[in-house]
């Protein structure tokens, strides 16, 4: 797997600072929990290929990380959920929103996660946009299902999800990105599961959930875990994300690299 990995800060960019053109950047506009511990926006990756730019999973404060980022969301081609929990998909009716009454979008929106999403997003937007308009009116993502270990092709991105061990009713996957010659792979919420060597099988990049720095509360890895099974992580570089309370102290002594929101890495 490689070294050890240096504690990483560094502070956005423009984009157009930002290495050559065949480059991917991953950008972390969200690196919390539910929670915002230390204060940390919710789960939201924004990945910038060259001919495409996707999230991965959209938390409830997704558009306000976004913007801080000084990101344009209406150049987002798609948005992969993980999971059925709001810190990781509550952003989207924020999103679709902002494009409805602003018009400011030009091109379509492929979302894709876990099945019932678009019920779920459809059921947010009547509670916190009440209209007598249809909510799908003027602008509507296209909503697809991501099925387990069947790759599906999106715009020049291949995802592949597998089963995560989180809790059940949210239909929860790991996600294997591959787009422009790299590959990322994201664990979205989950336990150590046979799935996350699958994933992040010749990763550029695993980026990890890592809520606990040990085991308190299941659905969750937590970081010691995850070094008694880092011999099976065949990735050139892990980041660990989803960062609880008893993580955000111990980020500068640990062997991982740790996201902080406003980060970004260039593949």
Same mark, same amino acid.
């Given at each position: 797997? $490689?070294?050890?990995?240096?504690?990483?800060?560094?502070?956005?960019?423009?984009?157009?600072?930002?290495?050559?053109?065949?480059?991917?950047?991953?950008?972390?506009?969200?690196? $919390?929990?539910?929670?915002?511990?230390? $204060?940390?926006?919710?789960?939201?990756?924004?990945?910038?290929? /060259?001919?495409?730019?996707?999230?991965?999973?959209?938390?409830?404060?997704? %558009?306000?990380?976004?913007?801080?980022?000084? %990101?344009?969301?209406?150049?987002?081609?798609?948005? @992969?959920?993980?999971?059925?929990?709001?810190?990781?998909?509550?952003? %989207?009716? @924020?999103?679709?929103?902002?494009?409805?009454?602003?018009?400011?979008?030009?091109?379509?929106?492929?979302?894709?996660?876990?099945?019932?999403?678009?019920?779920?997003?459809?059921?947010?937007?009547?509670?916190?946009?009440?209209? /007598?308009?249809?909510?799908?009116?003027?602008?509507?993502?296209?909503?697809?299902?991501?099925?387990?270990?069947? /790759?599906?092709? @999106?715009?020049?991105?291949?995802?592949?999800?597998?089963?995560?061990?989180?809790?059940?009713?949210?239909?929860?996957?790991?996600?294997?990105?591959?787009?422009?010659?790299?590959?990322?792979?994201?664990?979205?919420?989950?336990?150590?599961?046979?799935?996350?060597?699958?994933?992040?099988?010749?990763?550029?990049?695993?980026?990890?959930?890592?809520?606990?720095?040990?085991?308190?509360?299941?659905?969750?890895?937590?970081?010691?875990?995850?070094?008694?099974?880092?011999?099976?992580?065949?990735?050139?570089?892990?980041?660990?994300?989803?960062?609880?309370?008893?993580?955000?102290?111990?980020?500068?002594?640990?062997?991982?690299?740790?996201?902080?929101?406003?980060?970004?890495?260039?593949?």
């Amino acid at each position: 797997m $490689g070294g050890r990995c240096a504690w990483h800060r560094c502070m956005f960019q423009e984009e157009s600072g930002l290495g050559g053109t065949d480059s991917v950047r991953v950008y972390f506009c969200g690196t $919390g929990d539910a929670f915002a511990s230390g $204060g940390r926006l919710q789960s939201c990756i924004l990945v910038h290929a /060259p001919d495409v730019r996707f999230l991965i999973d959209c938390g409830t404060s997704a %558009l306000t990380g976004i913007k801080i980022s000084g %990101l344009d969301p209406s150049g987002i081609d798609a948005v @992969f959920v993980s999971h059925l929990h709001g810190d990781h998909y509550g952003g %989207l009716p @924020f999103l679709i929103k902002e494009a409805q009454v602003t018009g400011g979008r030009g091109k379509p929106l492929v979302v894709a996660g876990p099945p019932g999403l678009e019920e779920n997003v459809l059921g947010l937007m009547d509670l916190f946009f009440p209209s /007598p308009e249809d909510q799908k009116h003027g602008f509507w993502p296209d909503f697809r299902v991501l099925p387990h270990g069947i /790759p599906i092709e @999106f715009d020049n991105i291949l995802v592949t999800a597998h089963p995560a061990a989180h809790s059940p009713m949210t239909h929860p996957s790991c996600l294997r990105f591959e787009c422009c010659g790299r590959v990322i792979a994201y664990s979205g919420d989950t336990e150590w599961s046979e799935s996350l060597p699958l994933v992040c099988a010749g990763a550029d990049l695993f980026v990890c959930e890592t809520f606990q720095y040990e085991r308190i509360t299941g659905g969750h890895l937590d970081y010691l875990t995850l070094l008694r099974h880092r011999h099976e992580l065949d990735c050139r570089r892990v980041i660990l994300t989803h960062l609880g309370d008893t993580m955000l102290d111990k980020c500068p002594m640990l062997e991982f690299e740790c996201a902080h929101d406003g980060m970004h890495v260039e593949l």
